[in-house]
């Protein structure tokens, strides 16, 4: 007998896994969960957002525990869902959706070959949390929908948190929403993401959104810096460190490897191809005690290669790395002190290869190529 089910009005409580073949939603009515839990559905192992309209096909409702995830600009903890969340080398069956991996293997230890596709918001692809090491191997993802805070990785494709120390080999990350990170590495987790390629695309904002800088809240790239979008490819945060080998990494706007919300973070890219593919963006930033090591990498960038923000901030251009850019080549804002080393490499770029904005970093170049369409090296505000 075909299982359906038809909310015509108020709210339908799930309180089970439910598998259906068809499932209505009249308008005005909803689906939900039981406090403390979350609903997800998928549809032929999409994760699909829960709206009014008709659904047909293999239809699991999926009810979990939350995920409580602490950032430090909230009082209480967010609420995560994932497709796998695992923890301190355990997968946590009651807070995943094993329907929205399509296909691969997830155990405690690693993930191979996974599949996801997701149609839904601020749904989380692969959460490793806690302690211990883990693989994931040949990870395939595509999400789509608003992320909502990617200050935190709340709806990233691929996440760590903790402690845990995250390998990623031959991963193809395409995310396409406002406010929703590919890769995040946050707390005091460190990620290794070799040979693999991430496309993040603009997305739609929520109604009503205003322009804001707020931590948490800003989903588009402040105006101030000249720039537009409205989704980072990556994010680094907390104390995390973050490692790219022989990737190539891709944002359409407004900027390719971030760093936000920091305490100490380091950044390492090598042999790595770092492009805009749209018409504003950064290759990569620095904010806070961070800093930035770009070994033997290109970037292809319309705006800046690095922008390098508040406090001791730094960079290094090193090894053989070429930066080609449509306007600048680092900008530095707020820097106080910090250190810019540019070492056996080459800049392009169509006006200045360094803009200083009343701030004081310290530059070190040696040995390189720097190249200005308007013949400015340096110049200083």
């Given at each position: 007998m075909k299982q359906f089910k038809t909310v015509s009005e108020g709210v339908f409580t799930v309180t089970e896994d439910l598998h259906l073949e068809e499932l209505n939603i009249a308008e005005g009515a909803s689906v939900a969960a039981p406090e403390g839990r979350k609903v997800t559905m998928t549809i032929g192992g999409v994760a699909t957002k829960i709206v009014p309209g008709s659904f047909q096909g293999d239809i699991v409702l999926r009810v979990t525990d939350d995920i409580p995830v602490r950032f430090f600009a909230y009082k209480e903890p967010m609420e995560y869902r994932a497709a796998a969340y695992v923890k301190d080398g355990k997968v946590q069956d009651a807070q995943s959706v094993p329907s929205a991996i399509r296909s691969g293997e997830v155990t405690g230890a690693w993930a191979k070959d996974v599949k996801i596709v997701c149609r839904d918001e601020a749904f989380n692809g692969l959460f490793i949390d806690g302690g211990g090491e883990y693989v994931i191997d040949g990870a395939d993802i595509d999400l789509e929908g608003l992320g909502g805070n990617d200050f935190n990785g709340y709806g990233a494709a691929i996440m760590s948190h903790g402690t845990a120390k995250?390998?990623?080999?031959?991963?193809?990350?395409?995310?396409?929403?406002?406010?929703?990170?590919?890769?995040?590495?946050?707390?005091?987790?460190?990620?290794?993401?070799?040979?693999?390629?991430?496309?993040?695309?603009?997305?739609?904002?929520?109604?009503?959104?205003?322009?804001?800088?707020?931590?948490?809240?800003?989903?588009?790239?402040?105006?101030m810096l000249g720039l537009r979008g409205n989704s980072r490819a990556t994010n680094l945060a907390d104390f995390g460190t973050a490692h790219y080998n022989r990737c190539h990494l891709m944002a359409e706007g407004w900027g390719v490897l971030s760093t936000d919300a920091v305490d100490r973070c380091r950044l390492y890219a090598t042999d790595c191809l770092i492009e805009v593919t749209g018409p504003s963006g950064y290759g990569a930033f620095s904010i806070g005690d961070c800093n930035d090591v770009f070994d033997h990498c290109v970037f292809n960038v319309p705006d800046y290669a690095l922008i390098q923000a508040n406090d001791n901030s730094g960079g290094e251009f090193i090894n053989g790395t070429v930066v080609n850019s449509k306007r600048f080549g680092v900008m530095s804002f707020l820097n106080q002190g910090g250190k810019l080393t540019v070492h056996d490499s080459t800049f392009n770029t169509a006006k200045a290869v360094f803009l200083i904005k009343g701030c004081t970093p310290e530059l070190d170049v040696r040995a390189s190529r720097l190249n200005s369409d308007t013949n400015t090296i340096l110049q200083l505000f």
């Open positions: 995250v390998t990623v080999n031959h991963a193809n990350v395409h995310v396409r929403g406002a406010s929703r990170n590919s890769f995040f590495v946050g707390e005091n987790s460190e990620m290794t993401i070799n040979d693999s390629v991430v496309l993040n695309e603009t997305g739609i904002l929520p109604p009503g959104y205003v322009d804001n800088v707020d931590m948490g809240g800003m989903m588009r790239v402040p105006w």
